[in-house]
């Protein structure tokens, strides 16, 4: 009996854990393969490699993402191969199992819960011809009927299952994998899966510390812990901390951390690892305390924020905070508040969120009482509730795409404090006051280049009576030239024309004692090397004293950009004010 799993990402650079582990677990008794594809493959090459693979069971593995395409393929599938068993697994066919198969003949089976086991069993029912009753965790026809099995419990011994990565890395050079220390998660937010599950299960520390040092040793790019709240036990977590910092490497590992779980003592840890090893990605979704208690999350802001701010001027780890629009007791101007709140912690990056009622999460139970209108469709987004409207979601969707484009690019970061600063610091006005200015523009649903990004930007600071438009183009400029030696400039931050310039430039670079006192890891490089990879620029307000201190002084001052030493972390280059 041949077994093919198929997993339809929603990116390329992604892969399914989820199948793997299914390989690992069965793949040693039944013929077994994988194949991976992107929501943005075509249907019919999707359809076509699996046909011509022969398989006799397909197993797919769904998600919001992806459950349209997989229901499509299946149906062909089942029209080409009638004989050719289908089988489902996944949150979004687990929590209605029966519906799905009623609305969807095509499938055959559908495994609801933890799959190892669960599918493992199937397989040999099918291999056998015994009978599917028997199968915890099932949900299969009997004739016309639809039968649900009971639950199964849950794997208590997750040392039990195989490493997921057993047959290596080969395929997935350019892909980011996926691993887990722990299944489960001790809150109850109500918005989350993971609340629908009681418990926390941990596999052992020493297989853990042995597979990371895997991930380590083949120089794989990036590893995303889907652990729910990796920190949730605070002393495993140092102690994998430890690990993987002894281990060195350039892979770089992202945690899903619970920010008010951070203390004194694992800030000391963090503060020691290199830069680029480690991501955290840190839930905040409200600062709203109403909201907070209504979606029975815990959280001490306070406590949270501390952490983030002395993360963040470590300047090793990259933070990204995340915020969910669309939650109970949460109007407008409250989001206006948390979306404050956050951008004041000045995180790398800041994921705008919008609410989704899953399949089984306790707030898609309550939405009548909530008054939640969504989406029927996957993702199952929200479109209004009794405190926010959908004209308001509409707004904030258009701020997230700014707030994706301007602030999560890392390419604005002088320019947008500035003109914060013009909007009385208040984050979100400028951002709303932007994004109608945008909107007005027609400039929504385009995309554009990062020189046009600035041309606008620039566009709509001149617009601003507050604004000193010199001073504006000058920060602008220095985010510009902070990023990559630049090969053209955006229209209107050309710099000044200084006569001689070039050639004092020139006899900087030649100078072995600057190179030494500024650059001194480009000591050995001749003078026309080290200028492809440092710049000086000239601005008429000191930009180094006014990125430092929020003061620009008028001052025509030339300053040194090193691409060379830039911070692997921020994408930007080291500067240094210099005189020609």
Known sequence: MKVLLVAINSKFIHSNLALRYLKAYCGKEHSMDLLEFSINDHIERIIREIYLARPDVVAF???????REVLMVADTLKRVMDRCVIVLGGPEVAFDAEDVMRDNPAVDYIVAGEGEETFHELLHILEDKGNPAQVKGL???HGRDIVVNPARPLIQD??????????GFAGLENKVLYYETSRGCPFNCQYCLSSTIPGVRYFSLERVERELALFVKAGIPQVKLVDRTFNCNPVRAKHIFKTLISLGGQTNFHFEMAGDLIDDEMLDILRQAPPGLFQFEIGVQSTNPDTIHEIQRKMDFDALARAVARLRDSGNIHLHLDLIAGLPEEDYASFKRSFNDVYF???NRIQLGFLKLLKGSGLRLKAEQYGYEYTQYPPYKVLKNNHITYDEIAKLEMIEDLVEKYYNSGRFKYTLEYLISCHDDNPFEFFERFMAFWKE???EGLSYSQIRLYEILLEYGLTLDNVDHRLLRNIMRFDWVSQEKPSRYPEGLEPPQIPGLSKAVDSFFKSEENVLKFMPHL?????????????????????????KSGVYPPSITYVLFDYNAGNRIFRRSNFHKVRL
């Open 61 to 67: 593995s769904c998600y919001i993402w992806n459950i």
């Open 139 to 141: 949900v299969y026809r």
């Open 523 to 547: 000591k050995g490089y001749t003078p026309r090397q080290i200028s492809r990879m440092a710049h000086i620029e000239v601005f008429e307000y000191d930009v180094v004293e006014g990125v």
């Open 345 to 347: 912690l000045r995180p």
């Open 441 to 443: 523009k027609g400039y």
């Open 158 to 167: 997750l040392d039990m299952i195989p490493f997921p990565y057993q047959d």
